[in-house]
């Protein structure tokens, strides 16, 4: 996956035009584990929904594996910060959903949702409903759902940020462990410090109003990591400290935006 | 208090007695099942609460404050039931050549009236469910469609449905389908209205769920925003069953076929104050009765909406 100055403005053309992306360059390597960490309004998610195909970009290109990025694909599976699965079906039709959208039959269903369930460590909850079940049993049904595509590319927009800090984290080394063994490359919003040091191969620091990429960090560390080790801390006194240059100067902007009015 | 209930007996084989109140009467050694457990508190208050109000008509009647020429009390009008039913005896119109007395039973001449009116709420709220559900789905999926319908049904919605009530008549004369028009007529609008509504409100993610996962307009429709506007759609035909109940007694009233309405009508003109509250009492049951059964069939049908009244009751 691949974007070469991609830029994003919303209602473009209208009064209420709204720049939230610009000059984004990003190559994500098959495999690999990307973070995108900004403050809350900075254009995540709307880069996630650009690589997605959910939306289409207003400048640049993306292009994956050397073709356009036009519409939606099976093949980049986006997982999104609220429950988003279906209530009316149980967790199994939940996690087969796409591939009845394919047009597979029952029993391959069953089979294949049975598969991923367990790879989830849910392989007891297929009949369940959605409401029946905790809210980190449901993000991982809706990872689950997400695998069921076999999908190269794992969107992620902030999928833990609703639940609690154990819940988090025991979902993150889960999720290190769906990553490693699918072989797919993440792609994972947040705007936790902690969860980027726990789980990036690579961290992209955004800024705010447009967004951009203001610096990418590489993380060379093993995992699991622990979070108290020297390299760790520094590592999360290095992305403070880039996020803090970037909070200070939205809020010195704001003023000034309050003041002019 | 608490130094008491240390010295009893500990509550071990029994342990719903410590619920409260609130728990069902269970006989020793014996729990009713789950949906009479449910189901026998409620029918028990309502029929506390309807024996309240009318112990108290019976009462202000005892004292002589209400008039039993204009105000009679239950025991009068429910009473002479084979007295009122005889103005029920309406079926035997239609048929020539019957001999007066060759009718029906009291119970039966009731039930067919009933039924009759019941049947024309329930077939015109399927109908005007089905078409709103269609035309709504269809405006959101074919620009065409909105263009060339919404305006007009925009138009027509906020129209009282009595003002249809003539044009029913010169389309349909008389018998059941006129009544059925109107019930459709009633709802239509609105529902379709709701319809749209529901569909711009389902949840994003959901649609763009089913778009990365490579579904096409039409699976999108059928598989995501359908299931999910059921819910909202089912409220919607709730709270306008009172409504179908009310224009299908009008139509009739106005003599469009035998029904509740028009033995309603016949109880003014011939001055049977009994008859006019017997029938209140019918239609108060009815409408009670579709209510329940449409609550039934929304916990079959749409199984994943949760009943939100245990919260408010915690309140
Ligand atoms: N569908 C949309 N239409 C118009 N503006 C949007 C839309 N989605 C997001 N935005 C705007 O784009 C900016 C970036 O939003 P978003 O990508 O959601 O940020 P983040 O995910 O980093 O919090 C925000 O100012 C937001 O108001
Ligand atoms: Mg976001």
């Known amino acids: ?138 993000q991982r049904v809706a990872v689950a759902r997400a695998l069921a595509m076999r999908p190269r590319v794992l969107l992620m927009d902030e999928p833990f940020a609703a639940l609690d800090v154990q819940t988090r984290q025991k979902m993150q080394d889960f999720l290190i462990d769906v990553w490693r063994d699918s072989g797919a490359s993440v792609v994972f919003v947040t705007h936790h410090i902690d969860e980027a040091v726990a789980l990036a191969d690579r961290v992209c620091v955004f800024t705010s109003r447009p967004g951009r990429i203001k610096e990418t960090v590489k993380v060379d560390l093993p995992r699991p990591r622990d979070p108290f080790s020297p390299e760790c801390e520094a590592l999360r006194k290095r992305l403070t400290q880039l996020l803090k240059d970037e909070v200070d100067r939205a809020f010195a902007e704001q003023e000034g935006m309050a003041e002019a009015v | 208090m608490a130094s008491v209930s240390t010295d009893r007996t500990p509550v071990g084989g029994t342990g719903t007695v410590a619920g409260g109140q609130d728990s069902p009467p269970a006989l020793a050694g014996y729990t009713l099942p789950e949906p009479l457990r449910e189901f026998l508190p409620k029918v028990g208050w309502t029929l506390v609460s309807v024996g309240t109000f009318a112990a108290l008509w019976e009462f202000l009647w005892f004292i002589g404050w209400a ?83 919404l305006p007009t049904v925009t138009l027509l919605s906020p129209v009282s449905p009595i003002a249809w009530l003539p044009v029913a008549i010169f389309l349909f ?34 649609i763009n769920v089913a778009r990365t996962m490579g579904a096409t307009k039409a699976q999108i429709y059928r598989r995501v925003i359908i299931p999910a506007i059921l819910p909202g759609v089912f409220v919607i035909l709730r709270l306008n069953l009172f409504g179908a109940w009310m224009v299908v007694l009008i139509a009739e009233s106005t003599g469009v076929g035998y029904g509740l309405g028009q033995v309603i009508m016949l109880a003014r003109n011939t001055f049977n104050p009994s008859l006019v509250f017997f029938c209140i009492a019918l239609i108060g049951f009815l409408g009670f009765a579709t209510d329940w059964a449409m609550r039934m069939t929304q916990k079959r049908v749409l199984y994943w909406v949760n009943d939100p009244s245990g919260v408010l009751r915690g309140l």
Request: net charge neutral; charged share 20%.
């Open chain 2, 67 to 149: 008039d039993p020429k204009l105000l009679p009390p239950p025991h009068v009008f429910l009473g002479a039931f084979a007295d009122q039913a005889k103005f029920f005896n309406t079926a035997q119109r239609w048929a020539i050549g019957v001999s007066p007395d060759a009718g029906p039973t009291p119970w039966q001449a009731v039930l067919i009236t009933v039924v009759s009116s019941a049947m024309r709420v329930f077939i015109g709220i399927t109908l005007a469910a089905i078409l709103a559900l269609s035309l709504g789905v269809a405006i959101r999926y074919w620009i065409v469609v909105e263009r060339l319908t």
């Open chain 2, 173 to 206: 004369g008389i018998g059941n389908a006129p009544a059925i028009f109107m019930v459709v007529i009633a709802l239509f609008f609105h529902m379709t209205i709701a319809t749209i509504n529901h569909i711009d409100g389902v949840n994003r993610n959901l």
């Open chain 1, 1 to 138: 996956m691949s974007c070469r100055d991609v830029g994003k403005i919303w209602a473009a053309g209208t009064s209420r035009a709204h720049e939230a992306l610009a000059n984004i360059d990003l190559d994500i390597e098959p495999g690999e584990f990307v973070v995108l960490l900004g403050p809350s309004g900075c254009g995540k998610s709307t880069l996630l929904y650009l690589i997605a195909g959910l939306e289409q970009q207003t400048g640049g290109s993306l292009t994956y594996f050397g073709e356009q990025v036009k519409a939606p694909s099976p093949d980049r599976s986006l997982i999104f910060q609220e429950t988003s699965l279906f209530p009316w079906l149980s967790v199994w039709e939940n996690v087969s959903f796409g591939l009845q959208i394919r047009g597979e039959s029952e029993p391959d269903r069953r089979a294949a949702a049975k598969d991923v369930l367990k790879r989830v460590g849910l392989t007891e909850a297929g009949s369940k409903r959605p409401d029946e079940l905790s809210g980190g049993m449901r």
